[in-house]
């Protein structure tokens, strides 16, 4: 699958990730990577029991979707796209967030760029998932690089 273009992976095939998925892969390849072994089967017959695609644009897409965790270490690019749910007291649950930083981290090498496209508060990024990665990965902010884009 892999062409001569970098490997961006996707992690999180929601309302969110799955169409950024689709519209990088026009320049990159991509792996859709989701823990959700049910979604996986769905988009590898090119499905997408959400309809926010169709199946025509899943087939031109050309997306490697996985649960294997270990694809990731295939990407120079990490794209975080999971869920961030409030509590019934308006509270952020990150439980999804720190899951996906904790595997993140157990996959990426040097020079990987893991970029946080979930709704999260100012500071999560630097002091809740940075810690996790360095930790997991052990390699250090600087030997990777570190960002957020805000959907």
């Keep these: 699958m892999y062409e001569n273009k970098e490997i961006l992976c996707i992690m ?19 792996i859709g990577f989701d823990i959700n072994q049910e979604r996986i089967a769905e ?17 031109q897409a050309n997306i ?6 270990k694809e990731i270490q295939n990407a120079q690019y990490v794209i975080i796209a999971v869920p961030t749910p409030i509590d019934s007291a308006k509270h952020p649950d990150l439980t999804y967030l720190k899951k996906a930083s ?5 996959n990426i090498k040097e ?8 709704t999260v508060y100012p500071g999560v990024t630097e002091n809740i998932c940075l810690p996790i990665l360095e930790k997991e990965s052990g390699i250090k902010l600087g030997q990777f ?5 805000p959907e």
């Design 12 to 30: 999180g095939l929601g309302y969110v990730g799955l169409p950024l998925a689709v519209e990088f892969s026009k320049h990159y390849n991509i």
């Design 43 to 59: 988009l590898q017959t090119n499905q997408d029991k959400t309809k926010t695609l169709s199946p025509e644009e899943l087939i």
């Design 64 to 69: 490697k979707f996985t649960t294997d965790p």
């Design 102 to 106: 904790e595997l993140v981290g157990r």
């Design 111 to 118: 020079n990987t760029v893991v970029i946080y496209e979930s």
């Design 145 to 149: 690089g570190l960002g957020y884009s």
